[in-house]
C-alpha cells in the first residue's frame, strides 16, 4: 500500500523573541521498490539556553545529511526490494539512534570549547510505503490521526511527565506548574540520551502533525484534533491554512515562545510512481540559511523547504 503525501511546514518567531530557535525539516520522494516516502524532522532550541539555535540547526542538517546520503544509499540497495520496509526501518532505528548520541557529544563539546550550555528536543518522522517510524528526544511531540483515532504517539521526556505519570501531581496542577520547561532528555545538554522509538503501519487515510511545544502548550487535544479532520479532501494550500491556524490559535491563546508545526496528510492510493518534489506552496518564499532548515534565526513566519532534489532508485 502507498500513501499521496500533502503537507505544509510552518515556523513563527513567536510574540517575544528575537532569534527562533526552532528548526525544521519536510521532504518527500519516491522509490520504485519502496513506494513513496515523506521524512520530516521538528527541533526546539532550549530557549533557556546559550545558542538553542545552533543546536537545533546542527540536528536539522545533519539529518538532512543521512537522508541524501545514507537513505538514498539504502533505498537503492537491492538488498530491500518491495515490501521490505520494515527491514530498512529497522536499520533506520540504529542508524537514528547513533546519529542522536553523535550529536549530543559534538553539541556538548562545541558548548564546552565555547563555554555555554546549548541543546536541542527533536522528533522524527519516515513514512515508507506504509510503514512508519518515530523517534524523539524531549518535549517536541508527535500526533497522529488515523480511522477516526487521534493519539500523541510521543510521551514528553519532562519532569512534569514525570510526575504525572507517578501520580504525584495531577492534569490540573501540571498545567501550572514553574517546571513545565524542565526536561530530562536533550540533545546536546544531557550527559546521555535514550531516544524513544515507535514503528507502525498505516492501513487507511492518516493524519499527522510534529510540533515545538510553542504549539501544543497552550493548544487542547481537542483544537490539535480539529486541524487533523478531513485533511485527506483538503488540497496542499488548505492545509497549509490549517498550519496556519494552529500557530494563530497558539499565540491568541497567549503563547510567546517560538512555534512551529509540520502537518502531514497521507491519503491511501495503490499508486506507486511520482517524481521527487519540494514542498513550497507557491505563494511561499524559499529559504535562505541553511538547506532544509527553517526558523533557526532571526525570522518571522516561514516555511521548511528542500533544497536539492535527489534521484532514489
Request: hydrophobic share 40%; aromatic share 6%; proline share 2%.
Amino acid at each position: 500500500m502507498n500513501f499521496s503525501i500533502k503537507a505544509a511546514a510552518l515556523t513563527d518567531i513567536g510574540a517575544k523573541n528575537r532569534v527562533n530557535q526552532d528548526a525544521i525539516m519536510l521532504k518527500t520522494a519516491v522509490s520504485r521498490d519502496l513506494g513513496r516516502i515523506c521524512f520530516a524532522v521538528c527541533c526546539d532550541g532550549l530557549g533557556g539556553l546559550s545558542r538553542g539555535e545552533v543546536a537545533s540547526s546542527a540536528f536539522i542538517n545533519r539529518m538532512e545529511k543521512w537522508f541524501f546520503n545514507d537513505f538514498v544509499t539504502m533505498s537503492c540497495d537491492p538488498v530491500y526490494g518491495p515490501g521490505d520496509s520494515h527491514r530498512l526501518l529497522c536499520r533506520v532505528r540504529i542508524m537514528w539512534s547513533d546519529i542522536a548520541r553523535q550529536m549530543n557529544e559534538a553539541i556538548a563539546e562545541y558548548g564546552r570549547q565555547e563555554g555555554i550550555k546549548l541543546g536541542t528536543t527533536a522528533v522524527l518522522f519516515l513514512l515508507v510505503g506504509h510503514r512508519y517510524l518515530i523517534m524523539h528526544v524531549g518535549d517536541s511531540r508527535l500526533y497522529m490521526s488515523q480511522g477516526g483515532n487521534f493519539r500523541q504517539m510521543t510521551r514528553d521526556h519532562s519532569l512534569i511527565q514525570k510526575q504525572l505519570d507517578s501520580g504525584v501531581i495531577t492534569p490540573m496542577q501540571a498545567l501550572v506548574s514553574d517546571k513545565k520547561s524542565v526536561l530530562l532528555q536533550c540533545i546536546g545538554a544531557s550527559e546521555t540520551i535514550e531516544p524513544e522509538f515507535q514503528e507502525g503501519a498505516l492501513f487507511q487515510d492518516a493524519s499527522v502533525i510534529l510540533c515545538s511545544d510553542g504549539c501544543w502548550r497552550k493548544l487542547g487535544l481537542a483544537e490539535i484534533s480539529e486541524s487533523m479532520s478531513d485533511l485527506a479532501k483538503r488540497d496542499e494550500r488548505l492545509i497549509n491554512d490549517r498550519a496556519r491556524e494552529l500557530i494563530a490559535g497558539a499565540r491568541r491563546l497567549g503563547e510567546q515562545d517560538n512555534i512551529s508545526v509540520i502537518l502531514i496528510s497521507l491519503t491511501a492510493d495503490r499508486a506507486g510512481s511520482g517524481a521527487i518534489r519540494d514542498v513550497i506552496p507557491a505563494d511561499f518564499p524559499g529559504t535562505s540559511g541553511p538547506a532544509a532548515s527553517y526558523g533557526a534565526g532571526e525570522h518571522g513566519m516561514g516555511i521548511a523547504a528542500a533544497r536539492g532534489k535527489v534521484a532514489i532508485c
